[in-house]
Structures are given as C-alpha cells and as structure tokens.
C-alpha cells in the first residue's frame, strides 16, 4: 500500500487534492479510488475486478467509488 505523499506530483492543485483526498476519504474509499484510477501509478482496474478483490458486490463498488469522489468535490469546489 502506497502512501500518498509518494505519488508524483507536478503542480500545487495536485497537491492540494491529495492532501483532501487523504483527509475526507475513509481507508476503503481511498483504496477504492487508488484501483479504480490507478493513482500513484498502478493499473486502472474496473470496477468488477475491485469488487472481486474486496469481496464484494460490482455495484456496491459503484456506490463506495460514487460516495468517495462526492465528498473530494464537495471538499474542493471552492478551491478550484
């Protein structure tokens, strides 16, 4: 498990959603987010393939990654 401050970043404003990203998601929308995107790096997974590593549901990933990346705006829609 990679820790964020370890992802490479180029400007300020990535920094900055890091630092939200790590503050308002809980540990498993964080690693959720980190498959599905393939932050720091790694292979952007699907979501049945993330489901399949968690042990659950396609869909219930679906809700998880959905949950995670509206609180990330609603944590930075006035920073941008």
Do not use: C, N, W
């Not at 970043?9 to 998601?25: C, F, G």
């Not at 498993?28 to 995107?37: A, G, K, P, T």
């Not at 952007?44 to 869909?59: C, D, M, N, P, Y």
């Not at 990933?61 to 705006?73: G, T």
């Amino acid at each position: 498990h990679r820790d964020l401050h370890s992802f490479p970043t180029r400007r300020s404003s990535d920094l900055k959603i890091m630092e939200v990203i790590r503050k308002v998601l809980s540990p498993r929308e964080y690693q959720i987010l980190v498959l599905r995107y393939g932050i720091g790096g790694g292979p952007e997974l699907t979501q049945k393939e993330v489901a399949k590593k968690f042990g659950i549901s396609r869909s219930y990933v679906s809700r998880i990654e959905k949950k995670a990346l509206d609180k990330i705006r609603e944590e930075i829609k006035d920073e941008f």
